[in-house]
Nanobody, 118 residues
Framework: QVQLVESGGGLVQPGGSLRLSCAAS????????MAWYRQAPGKQRELVAL???????NTVDSVKGRFTISRDNRQNTVYLQMNSLKPEDTAVYYC????????????WGQGIQVTVSS
């Protein structure tokens, strides 16, 4: 069983920065793609950024140039560095990891609040 625990969220002013962390714990056999999703009030959950086990990344257009996803495979941790935050970035951010060997198996964190407001 694998658990994901997010940390680093909170309240920041527009233009500020936050660094989210997500650490996987439990019986770690394999972690493939790791990703960050977010869900704003009244909106559908969306993929923000993902990173493969090889280090290939992809980010949604709305955060390009501002957010950077990275991972430390040795520590089973994925990060999301968020700079130049905007009010529209306000959401609950969820960590996701694929722990499947032959088929995709998603594990989700409980979510962490990010609020960007003056």
């Amino acid at each position: 069983q694998v658990q994901l625990v997010e940390s680093g969220g909170g309240l920041v002013q527009p233009g500020g920065s936050l660094r989210l962390s997500c650490a996987a714990s439990g019986t770690i056999s394999r972690i493939g793609v790791m990703a960050w999703y977010r869900q704003a009030p009244g909106k559908q959950r969306e993929l923000v950024a993902l990173i493969t086990s090889e280090g290939n990344t992809n980010t949604v257009d709305s955060v390009k140039g501002r957010f950077t996803i990275s991972r430390d495979n040795r520590q089973n941790t994925v990060y999301l560095q968020m700079n130049s935050l905007k009010p529209e970035d306000t959401a609950v951010y969820y960590c996701n990891a694929d722990i499947g060997w032959t088929t995709r198996r998603d594990v989700w964190g409980q979510g962490i609040q990010v609020t960007v407001s003056s």
